[in-house]
């Protein structure tokens, strides 16, 4: 039995190719979703992992959404990761407030990260 909320997978992967090219993989054993490559989103046993534009994420929690600090790995995840907090494993979750967060979250694309190539020699 998974520690995640499985009923919250199985509404995602129906959800979020209607909102984003995402491809569905695991990630030391966690269902995760990317998007051209890199990690968007990722479901772990206390909720989901999002990854938006820091601006949108403080606009989205002083709307009233729970969204909490997210730490991926226990390493602090910066400003640009945020968690849904979801109850574990089959425990109700709120699907409208999740659908909100989705909605504001993902509407923005995710600030580019430096490529290998634009890495100074040092």
Do not use: H
């Amino acid at each position: 039995m998974p520690s995640w909320n499985p009923s919250c997978e199985r509404w995602l992967d129906a959800t979020l190719p209607q909102i984003l090219p995402v491809q569905k993989r695991k990630l030391f054993g966690y269902p995760a979703w990317f998007e051209y490559g890199r990690m968007r989103l990722c479901l772990i046993e206390t909720g989901l992992g999002i990854k938006s534009d820091p601006g949108v994420i403080r606009s989205v929690k002083d709307s009233g959404v729970p969204l909490k600090d997210f730490t991926r790995l226990g390493r602090d995840a910066g400003r640009t990761w945020t968690l849904f907090a979801l109850t574990p494993a089959e425990g109700s979750w709120d699907e409208d407030a999740l659908r909100f967060a989705l909605g504001l979250l993902l509407s923005v694309p995710v600030p580019e990260g430096r490529s290998k190539t634009d890495r100074r020699p040092r």
